[in-house]
């Protein structure tokens, strides 16, 4: 990771408090969804994910019914190896990794199932996304992992 995505992270454990009460004082705030998305176009401008890749790193996606068929069919495998070798039950009795870092991850940080990637891969960290008071707690926590998310607060907290 880049000391300047490092910085960040740090910057947003320092505030964590800070964060929280802001998003907890917007969650009905109707132009929340407007402040993210146009932070997260511009940091996005800034960040390349493949400078850090701290989520294959240190969490999982959620792996849905059709992530696994189509990932366990373009590996060739079997759905149910394909469970078996990488992904076990969560406490909500989702799918999630095994281990981190990610066994997809390459050492160039790319993701060598990149096309054919989980959903929650392709969403994450989901700054973009309509309706943003419904995940403010997911991304409070993203904003911990995420240099986008910790930059992407900095952009939108006063
Ligand atoms: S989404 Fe965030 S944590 Fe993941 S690689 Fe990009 S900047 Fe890093
Ligand atoms: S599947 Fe790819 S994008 Fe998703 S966590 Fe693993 S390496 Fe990262």
Same mark, same amino acid.
């Given at each position: 990771?880049?000391?300047?995505?490092?910085?960040?992270?740090?910057? @947003?454990?320092?505030?964590?408090?800070?964060?929280? %009460?802001?998003?907890?004082?917007? &969650?009905? #705030?109707? @132009?929340?969804?407007?402040?993210?998305?146009? %932070?997260?176009?511009?940091?996005?401008?800034?960040?390349?994910?493949?400078?850090?890749? #701290?989520?294959?790193? *240190? *969490?999982s996606?959620i792996f849905?019914?059709?992530d696994i068929?189509?990932?366990?069919?373009?590996?060739? $495998?079997?759905?149910?190896?394909f469970v078996d070798t990488y992904l076990r039950l969560d @406490?909500? =009795?989702d799918y999630v990794l095994k281990e &981190?870092?990610?066994a997809?991850? #390459?050492?160039?940080?790319?993701? &060598?199932?990149?096309?054919?990637?989980?959903?929650?891969?392709?969403?994450?960290?989901? *700054?973009?996304?309509?309706?943003?008071?419904?995940?403010?707690?997911? *991304? =409070?926590? #993203?904003?911990?992992?995420?240099?986008?998310? %910790? &930059?992407? $607060?900095?952009?939108?907290?006063?």
């Open positions: 990771m880049k000391s300047t995505h490092r910085a960040l992270l740090e910057k @947003s454990y320092g505030r964590s408090k800070e964060v929280k %009460a802001f998003l907890r004082k917007n &969650s009905k #705030n109707k @132009s929340l969804d407007r402040l993210f998305h146009r %932070a997260h176009e511009a940091v996005f401008q800034e960040i390349d994910c493949l400078d850090c890749a #701290n989520c294959c790193k *240190t *969490t996606p849905r019914d059709s068929r189509r990932i366990a069919k373009h590996l060739r $495998m079997k759905e149910f190896h @406490s909500d =009795q &981190s870092p990610c997809f991850l #390459n050492s160039d940080n790319g993701c &060598s199932i990149y096309d054919k990637r989980p959903l929650a891969c392709r969403e994450y960290p989901h *700054t973009h996304r309509k309706n943003m008071f419904q995940i403010l707690d997911i *991304t =409070q926590r #993203n904003a911990l992992i995420c240099p986008a998310v %910790a &930059s992407i $607060m900095d952009k939108i907290m006063p």
